[in-house]
């Protein structure tokens, strides 16, 4: 059988029956709390700094020896429940060859910023043979990483958006709202285009072997709810639709989201991804307002608290997982992405300590 990129025969799907991260994303209470870390691979592991020294992140992204060896350096050493694959939200961009670069301490910056019509229309599809290298990786990893679940991820369509217009990170996202609202068709040209990247990198993941995956609208919590419905939600929607029928866990989260929880969910998530604002028994009771039924939800530590002394975060990891137990399931997580600056070690005794509660 040929193996060209085209022909590849899909990874046989690992049979992971006793995973407690996979019990909790489809609704259950496995024996303990599954945890895992966003950004648990990352510049807080030394092991990590040392196999990135000199070489760009983008570079990193698309070698898959690299690409399996660090999204497997937070396994070994603190003990998660998931692995999530080494990559960035912009990856698939780059790889549909558009200029954007990982800038150390700044994040994604795109040389040509995309503000109207044509710069959209100029947009490049995404080849999925270009994402060949990347999925390598993830192939690898479904080898190497024995009875531990991959997370496969992608930006969703309104944060992706957002590094275009803006040209790289914003605090305000005064250009990316002012295109929405005074050019809704030119909006939803870009976030339709943005939709098919993350829906190619998905499937892809998924079809490499990924065992869930999470959509990052990491900014959305920028936009009022109404924004949201009207401009963000029908892109997202379509996105996690279009990987149903490949009957993973979705994932989605964003930072700032209390007031877009139900709207999130709407989207198509199976499991809703909460910062630190919101309580996740507040959260809960917001996810079943109207009688929805109980909803599975992840995260809630506030990263800024690894930097806490131990009683304090303790403390907080407890009432998180008491809290929890309104919901249907629950994975315990940060709120946002593990700082650079944290202590491995705190991050390792977390684990342990959500390891010795009841899912
Ligand atoms: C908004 C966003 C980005 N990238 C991502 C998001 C969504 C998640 C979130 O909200 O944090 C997604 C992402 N980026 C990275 C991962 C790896 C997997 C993991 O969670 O462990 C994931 C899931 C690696 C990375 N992506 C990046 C790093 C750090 C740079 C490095 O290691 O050289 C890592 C480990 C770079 C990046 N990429 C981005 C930012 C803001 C930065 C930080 C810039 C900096 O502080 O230097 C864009």
């Given at each position: 059988m040929s193996t060209t990129a085209?022909?590849?025969?899909?990874?046989?799907?690992?049979?992971?029956?006793?995973?407690?991260?996979?019990?909790?994303?489809?609704?259950?209470?496995?024996?303990?709390?599954?945890?895992w870390f966003m950004r648990q691979a990352g510049r807080s592991l030394p092991e990590?700094?040392?196999?990135?020294?000199?070489?760009?992140?983008?570079?990193?992204?698309?070698?898959?020896?690299?690409?399996a060896e660090i999204t497997l350096q937070p396994v070994r050493r603190l003990g998660v429940d998931a692995a999530v694959f080494y990559s960035d939200i912009v990856v698939p961009l780059v790889a549909a060859g558009i200029d954007v670069d990982i800038v150390p301490g700044t994040g994604p910056v795109v040389a040509e910023p995309v503000r109207d019509a044509a710069a959209i229309r100029r947009l490049p599809a995404l080849d999925p043979a270009r994402l060949e290298p990347v999925l390598d990786g993830a192939r690898l990893l479904v080898e190497r990483l024995g009875q531990t679940p991959l997370i496969g991820f992608a930006g969703a369509p309104f944060t992706l958006a957002s590094y275009l217009i803006e040209g790289g990170p914003s605090r305000t996202f005064e250009r990316t709202k002012a295109l929405m609202r005074s050019e809704p068709e030119v909006w939803h040209d870009l976030a339709g285009r943005l939709a098919d990247i993350a829906v190619?990198?998905?499937?892809?993941?998924?079809?490499?072997?990924?065992?869930?995956?999470q959509l990052f609208d990491s900014w959305a919590?920028?936009?009022?709810?109404?924004?949201?419905?009207?401009?963000?939600?029908?892109?997202s929607a379509r996105v996690l639709g279009a990987v149903a029928d490949l009957d993973v866990p979705r994932i989605h989260f964003g930072v700032g989201t209390g007031e877009l929880l139900t709207a999130m969910r709407e989207a198509g998530a199976d499991v809703v991804g909460v910062d630190w604002r919101v309580p996740l028994d507040e959260a809960v009771r917001r996810l079943t307002a109207h009688g929805e039924p109980a909803p599975v939800v992840q995260g809630n530590l506030d990263p800024a608290l690894l930097q806490a002394s131990w009683p304090v975060?303790?403390?907080?990891?407890r009432r998180?997982?008491?809290?929890g137990r309104a919901a249907a399931g629950h994975?315990?997580?940060?709120?946002?992405?593990?700082?650079?600056?944290t202590d491995p070690d705190v991050l390792a005794r977390v684990v342990e300590l959500v390891h010795s509660l009841e899912g």
């Open positions: 085209q022909s590849r025969p899909h990874t046989a799907r690992r049979d992971l029956a006793g995973s407690p991260f996979l019990a909790a994303a489809r609704g259950r209470r496995p024996a303990r709390l599954p945890v990590y700094r040392a196999l990135r020294e000199g070489v760009p992140m983008l570079k990193a992204c698309f070698d898959p020896e690299m690409i190619t990198f998905l499937r892809g993941q998924i079809e490499a072997g990924a065992d869930a995956v919590g920028a936009l009022t709810l109404r924004e949201y419905r009207e401009f963000v939600l029908p892109h975060i303790e403390a907080e990891v998180i997982a008491a809290e994975i315990f997580n940060l709120g946002h992405g593990v700082p650079p600056g």
